[in-house]
């Protein structure tokens, strides 16, 4: 019998769980997997085919094409934030049969800049597409309490599929979808990494839990956050370091060539920074960099500390002057 009560209460809090993410997010409803790179897997392919069209952002994260290639729908990919080139896919998918679907992440993991969200929003609604957003990184930074970018933009009943993450901002694992009931209920059927994997341990379920209390309680730490990322950018900024595109805590360090920025970055590790050293193929060749993001833990003098470093071997290894 205590096996049995110890059985219902782990299904219990699981469900407490993605009641939780779905009332945060003002969605109906969520799925929760083990893995937030499952979440995409677990998405496209049960319920996307042959006959329908994925039309996706080239930046988009790893997950995101991995899942687009295991549903066998033809995918269309448009330049970085081209909204205007994703509209004109959707036009010419216009008399296609099947669904259409539109997907960007929220924040870009490698870049740190944020999707054009609204864009893309009202291109998929002029021609009937499927709306889906990953906001693994968007999760804990953008929006209000950090409820991502469809509540940053105010899009909230206009994108039918939310993917986030467990394991970043939230800082325990795991990941999940949130959309209408019926998808839900569809991919709880149908999403295979979902039934064949196993569930979150209690502990780790509770963990969530709290940290969304935390997030919905402690404003003052998102606050704290984009504090830090300011100070960080600023000071990179007067080193002259080339930071991209960045809008958010995630700045890369743009350096180029692959065996300088993992010179870079080993150099830094031993002068007790850690800044990890980025090539292809998770970027494009040449686009090697520093991938650094701040913590709304990070004291100033943590930031200082980090920026003087920063300086003082980038200038060592001619990435700065």
Same mark, same amino acid.
């Given at each position: 019998m205590s096996s049995v009560r110890f059985i219902c209460g782990t299904e219990d809090i699981h469900r407490q769980l993605e009641q939780k993410i779905a009332t945060f997010l003002g969605t109906e409803d969520t799925i929760l997997y083990? &893995? &937030?790179?499952?979440?995409? @897997?677990?998405?496209?392919? #049960?319920?996307?085919? /042959? +006959?329908?069209? =994925?039309?996706?952002? /080239? %930046?988009?994260?790893?997950? =995101?094409?991995?899942?687009? !290639?295991l549903s066998k729908a033809k995918i269309h990919v448009f330049p970085h934030k081209d909204v205007a080139a994703a509209e004109r896919i959707l036009r010419?998918?216009?008399?296609?049969?099947?669904?259409?679907?539109?997907?960007?992440?929220?924040?870009?993991?490698? /870049?740190? *800049?944020? @999707? #054009?969200? #609204?864009?893309?929003?009202?291109?998929? /609604?002029?021609? @009937?597409? =499927?709306?889906?957003? *990953?906001?693994?990184?968007?999760?804990?930074?953008?929006?209000?309490?950090? !409820?991502?970018? $469809?509540?940053?933009?105010?899009?909230?009943?206009?994108? +039918? $599929?939310?993917?986030?993450? %467990?394991?970043?901002?939230? @800082?325990? %694992?795991?990941?999940?979808?949130?959309?209408? !009931? *019926? %998808? =839900?209920?569809?991919?709880?059927? !149908?999403?295979? #990494?979902f039934l064949f994997s196993t569930s979150h341990p209690p502990a780790v379920a509770a963990?969530?839990?709290a940290a969304f209390d935390v997030l919905e309680q402690e404003p003052e730490r998102i606050a704290r956050l984009w504090s830090n990322t300011s100070r960080f950018k600023e000071g990179l900024k007067r080193l002259r370091f080339d930071t991209g595109s960045s809008e958010t805590p995630i700045t890369p360090i743009m350096v180029g060539d692959a065996e300088l920025a993992m010179r870079f970055s080993d150099r830094l590790f031993e002068r007790g920074v850690f800044a990890q050293g980025i090539g292809y193929p998770t970027v494009a060749k040449g686009k090697a960099r520093l991938r650094t993001i701040v913590t709304a833990t990070h004291s100033e003098e943590d930031l200082d500390r980090a920026l003087s470093v920063l300086g003082s071997v980038g200038r060592e290894l001619g990435v700065i002057p």
């Open positions: 083990a &893995a &937030a790179f499952d979440a995409n @897997g677990g998405v496209f392919e #049960p319920l996307f085919g /042959e +006959q329908d069209a =994925i039309i996706s952002d /080239e %930046l988009n994260h790893a997950s =995101i094409i991995d899942g687009c !290639r010419e998918l216009t008399s296609a049969s099947g669904y259409k679907l539109l997907i960007t992440d929220g924040v870009f993991s490698m /870049e740190g *800049d944020i @999707g #054009p969200l #609204p864009g893309l929003v009202k291109a998929a /609604e002029a021609y @009937g597409a =499927i709306m889906m957003v *990953d906001d693994a990184h968007a999760s804990g930074v953008l929006g209000r309490n950090g !409820r991502g970018t $469809v509540d940053h933009f105010n899009l909230h009943g206009r994108v +039918q $599929v939310q993917v986030g993450t %467990l394991s970043k901002a939230i @800082g325990v %694992l795991g990941g999940y979808v949130c959309g209408s !009931r *019926d %998808l =839900i209920q569809f991919l709880y059927h !149908r999403a295979r #990494p963990s969530c839990l």
